[in-house]
């Protein structure tokens, strides 16, 4: 029987082909550090979504909980656009009617709640058809200020609330939540 002899090329791998595999390797590692960034990301935008949820609850049930001034639909109606100016506090100290504790509810809530767990938050509450409409609104943190949009990325949001506008606006990076209470 004969010995078996190894040729010159086949005692191992080349620096080539262990080059190759660096390049391949190292472009499927920052393929996944990509993914892990991209869900990272998705995570926070899904908490934000979660957080503005709770908000418009915790809204929702404040109107329900001070019964006389939410049945007026009027009470804790905030129609002011978008960053214009924030929901002020009501001046009484121990007999509040229920118009000015709506006006309280509005304004702890704001700073409170949505100011300290969204970032750079907003409330539009509109009253139509018997019912209230709390729209909760926040800026990603990663996009530009005031900047209009047509893209996919931009998320339509009621245009009274946003501009004033007659049509629904979008703005990139505002993200918007709407539910509608009946008290």
């Not at 709640?113 to 750079?120: G, N």
Request: hydrophobic share 45%; proline share 5%.
């Amino acid at each position: 029987m004969k010995p078996f002899r190894r040729s010159r090329w086949g005692a191992g791998f080349s620096l080539i082909e262990v080059l190759v595999t660096m390049a391949v390797s190292a472009v499927a590692l920052l393929g996944l550090a990509g993914m892990q960034l991209q869900g990272a990301r998705m995570q926070t935008v899904a908490g934000y979504r979660g957080t503005a949820a709770l908000l418009a609850s915790n809204l929702a049930d404040r109107i329900r909980a001070n019964e006389k001034a939410g049945k007026t639909l009027t009470a804790y109606v905030f129609t002011n656009a978008y960053k214009t100016t924030a929901p002020v506090d009501a001046d009484c100290s121990a007999d509040c009617t229920p118009t000015q504790i709506a006006e309280h509810d509005l304004h702890s809530w704001w700073i409170h709640d949505a100011s300290a767990q969204l970032p750079d938050p907003w409330v539009y509450v509109s009253a139509s058809d018997g019912a209230y409409h709390i729209t909760v609104m926040w800026r990603e943190p990663d996009q530009e200020a005031g900047t209009r949009s047509g893209t996919a990325d931009a998320f339509t949001c009621p245009a009274p609330a946003v501009s004033g506008a007659a049509t629904d606006v979008s703005i990139e990076g505002v993200r918007c939540y709407t539910i509608m209470v009946w008290p």
